[in-house]
């Protein structure tokens, strides 16, 4: 009763990994190339916001943090924002200053304080296990399954560990990445 509930980190796995099964099913059996290029520039979005976006919220919340505990006022944590998003856009698009409250509006970092770390490891655990499910094929699948059926019993390093993955080895990481690339290879 006290493991069930899997670690952050491992939350987001299985619905992320469904998710890129359907992508490549519905890739497969789509022949309009328009609409698979539409399909592929979504799913490296949704990568981009599940990834790095969320990375940037992680950065600020940090800085947030720490200007709290020196008595940071609101504008200067919203200038701080700013920068944060500045520095996460550069000069690929025109960042409004509207956009300088947009942290007050995200509910993780009151709710769940550090809570969007899991959103950018959970989608690169999955890319990656999902480039060794496409190497093994239904090979992989009992593995894959065992490591969700543990839920929070270890800490992910062990219970990848159990399914052959060696959470320190970026061979594995960039295996996520061939994914990615395969993907936008197709169009």
């Known amino acids: 009763m006290l493991t069930f509930q899997a670690p952050l980190p491992l939350a ?15 890739l497969e059996r789509e022949t309009d190339a328009a609409a698979r290029r539409d399909m592929i520039a979504a799913k ?8 790095l976006r969320q990375a940037f919220f992680v950065l600020f919340e940090r ?4 200007m ?18 500045h520095a ?43 480039g060794r499910y496409k190497q093994e094929g239904a090979g992989f699948v ?6 969700l ?8 390093e062990d219970l990848l560990g159990e399914v052959g993955v060696d959470m320190r080895d970026p061979g594995f990481w960039r295996g996520g990445f061939r994914v990615i690339e395969e993907m936008i290879a197709q169009v």
Do not use: K
């Not at 987001?12 to 519905?26: G, I, K, P, Y």
């Not at 505990?69 to 998003?85: F, K, R, V, W």
């Not at 200053?97 to 999955?126: D, Q």
């Open 44 to 51: 490296i979005d949704d990568i981009y916001a599940t990834v």
């Open 142 to 147: 009992p593995g894959f399954m065992r490591l």
């Open 12 to 26: 987001e796995t299985a619905s992320v990994f469904s998710e890129m099964l359907l992508t490549d099913l519905l």
């Open 68 to 85: 709290a505990a020196q008595g940071a006022t609101i504008d200067e944590m919203s200038a701080a924002y700013l920068e944060n998003l």
């Open 63 to 66: 800085r947030a943090h720490r």
């Open 88 to 130: 996460q856009f550069g000069d690929s698009i025109e960042v409004d200053e509207i956009f300088r409250h947009e942290w007050i509006t995200i509910p993780h970092i009151y709710h769940v304080p550090f809570y969007c770390y899991a959103y950018s490891f959970g989608m690169l655990l999955s890319l990656s296990l999902y």
């Open 149 to 156: 059926a543990h839920g929070g019993s270890a800490s992910p």
